[in-house]
């Protein structure tokens, strides 16, 4: 079996670091104190590949991207290359795209349609279920040599899919995928099935950064720094010239280290209603929803939020433009990490599949000019990723914590409709902490269901 | 492109040219309303996203997604963005140097002129290396009082995955 997560010995020895430190000492996740150390040191990242990257669940791609048999896209599962494919019978399948024979590389573009996935190196062809179905040469294997049944292409551990998202991962021992979303998967249904149902728009746009992934992140569900890191939009008047102007929502942490927030905007904004959706969308929410997740999707425009570890929406409402009209988009996000400071990142626009033609044509241009590598939105949040990495890869910056303490203090409000731990006030560092107190959870956890 | 061809040294490949030098100038002297004047007001400027594809698939671009999908006045937006000082991705700002080559040249529909040319883009910010984007674009100019003008700009960049942080400069 690939990649077997044994509790061991070794994983005893890496509760301590090489210096002495422990990850709870470096992750004083409860007191928004987290070390520099952890986003930069080649020690942990390789820690990190075994205790996240073998143990989580990991979103790979949305059925409607492989719609028929045959067809199929390579992707990371965790850190490691896999095809995401839709079988001879329609069943859709997640292989490590590495051949049984040598390890090649077997699907070698970035998306398909194939009757079987051929490897260049001596030919084996496998069928999209998998399975080794004919080997070149195969008569100079004697009597017992080449045990094909046993050869197919190798599964991950577990496969998952909710209302279409396709999740994976390597490890037998995790939670079903349901029991991993926990009471994400209530918000979960108002980001992806509010209107019965989401599809992706062409391919992602993959691009990499010379960041350490957490930061990219930790920048996932920050609200405090659109007013400062988007200045230059506020001064060409597409951003409220107001540095609490995206205070206005919930934070909310479901358990897991899953995080999200939803923002609302300013009182009376019907760009800002229905998650900004066009108003003849809106009575699709009723009946798609449940009433409380209905009635937080009817008052809120924004929101954001990270499937640990790695796997983000944003529900977005801007303009694409100076002085244009807000319209929405959803956003789908990916880090893949290359090594401790470099990181692939994939980003998808999901569109609803009930959209309208027009509404779709300009949340896809609303999308592309703000987000992904050419948006004018995200290219300054790299900076910042990229500048946070380089600036703690040093002995003395090592040494100290980042500052994560907005709303440490704060209750919980008692009056949010929704499951989880909700707090009054979308300013506040708190998914953050719920995020890096999951991420010391699992790092330091012996068992392979990071428990 | 099936006009006939402006070979180089006719007037018009001359003229062309001098313009796609002009340009790129602007853009390496961070002139960046004088570049966005060079734009008419229905322009497209459009960089698709490419995907590595076998050859029968053909070159990989979606035109279903894109990295840069711009009209004029979200180019506009763009271009003051460079020149304010708070787009952090380019403030300070980066070096940048355009190396414009292989310019055909050609006659397009409805009296435009169809060009091609390939493009090599290095950028160094603060202290970091070089970085380097190339491709080729597809420009459809117009001659407008006298001056040629940008009506359509398809840019077909050459990597599939971005390996350069992010496309905060112009092409
Ligand atoms: S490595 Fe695939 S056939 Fe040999
Ligand atoms: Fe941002």
Redesign the interface.
């Known amino acids: 079996m690939f990649r077997t997560i044994k509790p061991s010995a070794a994983s005893a020895d890496r509760a301590r670091l090489s210096g002495g430190e422990t990850l709870e000492q470096l992750v004083r996740a409860e007191e928004g104190l987290v070390s520099r150390r952890i986003f930069t040191d080649p020690e942990i990242y390789r820690i990190e590949q075994e205790k996240i990257f073998e143990r989580a669940w990991f979103f790979i791609g949305h059925e409607s991207e492989i719609p028929n048999p045959g067809d199929l896209v390579t992707r990371p599962c965790g850190v490691d290359p896999v095809v995401l494919v839709r079988d001879d019978e329609g069943v859709i399948r997640v292989f490590l795209n590495s051949c049984r024979h040598r390890g090649m590389r077997v699907c ?5 349609n194939a009757r079987f996935l051929r490897c260049p190196y001596h030919g084996w062809a496998y069928r999209t279920d998998g399975s080794l179905v004919s080997v070149p040469a195969e008569s100079h294997y004697g009597p017992g040599e080449l045990e094909k049944e046993k050869l197919g292409l190798i599964p991950v551990a577990q496969l998952g899919i909710y209302h279409g998202l396709i999740f994976a991962t390597w490890n037998e021992h995790a939670p079903p995928l349901k029991e991993w979303l926990g009471d994400m998967a209530w918000y979960l249904d108002i980001i992806v099935n509010r209107t019965g149902g989401i599809e992706i ?10 960041c350490s992934w957490k930061f990219a992140v930790d920048n996932f569900t920050d609200n405090v720094h659109v007013f400062s ?1 988007h ?6 008047g ?1 951003l409220p010239n107001d540095p609490d102007f995206a205070c206005h929502g919930n934070m909310i942490t479901t358990g897991n280290g899953h995080i999200l927030h939803f923002v609302k905007g300013a009182p009376g904004e019907a760009a800002f209603l229905y998650l900004g959706l066009p108003k003849e969308m809106w009575p699709l929410f009723d009946k798609n929803l449940k009433p409380a997740q209905k009635e937080i999707a009817a008052a809120h425009g924004i929101s954001a939020g990270t499937v640990w570890p790695n796997f983000h929406w944003l529900q977005l409402v801007t303009s ?3 002085n ?1 009209h807000p319209h929405a988009y959803l956003n789908f996000r990916l880090e893949l990490p290359l090594g401790p400071t470099r990181t ?1 990142m994939y980003s998808w ?1 999901a569109i609803d599949k009930a959209a309208s033609a027009e509404y779709r044509k300009i949340s ?2 609303t999308y ?2 703000t987000f ?3 948006g ?1 939105f ?3 949040d ?3 990723w ?1 500048d946070c990495t380089i600036a703690n890869v040093g002995p003395a910056a090592k040494r100290h914590t980042l500052h994560h303490t907005m709303g440490v203090n704060r209750k919980t409000d008692p009056n949010w409709p929704g499951p989880g731990r909700a707090y009054s006030d979308s300013y506040g560092e708190m998914t953050q902490r719920a995020w890096y107190a999951e991420w010391r959870r699992m790092m330091t956890a012996a068992d392979g269901a990071g428990k | 492109m099936s006009g006939a061809d402006h070979l180089p040294g006719s007037p018009l490949h001359n003229e062309v040219t001098h313009f796609l030098y002009v340009e790129a100038k602007l853009l390496d002297n961070s002139r960046y309303s004088d570049w966005f004047s060079l734009f008419t007001e229905d322009v497209r400027y459009w ?1 698709p ?1 490419r ?4 050859l029968a ?1 053909g070159k ?1 671009f ?10 004029y ?2 180019l ?3 271009a ?2 460079l020149e ?1 000082d ?4 380019e ?1 300070p700002p980066s070096r940048t140097r355009h190396f414009i080559t292989n310019v055909m040249v050609k006659d397009g529909a409805a009296g435009e002129i169809a060009v091609s040319s390939c493009f090599m883009v290095t950028r160094t910010r603060s202290d ?1 290396d070089y970085q380097f984007f190339t491709g080729v674009r597809e420009d459809s100019l117009r001659c407008i009082e006298g001056g040629l003008r940008i009506a359509r700009r398809k840019i077909l960049i050459d990597q ?9 400069i112009l092409f």
């Open positions: 070698r573009t970035d998306k398909d728009v062409g391919t992602p746009q993959i691009w990499d950064v010379d890191a200045q230059s939009l506020v001064q060409l597409m694409g433009e100076m244009g692939r626009l896809y241009e592309v000019r992904g590598p050419g004018i995200d290219q300054d790299m900076e910042n990229e | 960089m996203v995907t590595t594809r076998f698939a990989g979606d035109e279903d997604m894109a990295l840069i999908d711009d009209n006045i979200s506009k937006t763009r003051k963005r304010s708070s787009a952090w991705a403030s970091r599939t995955v971005i390996t350069n942080t992010n496309l905060s």
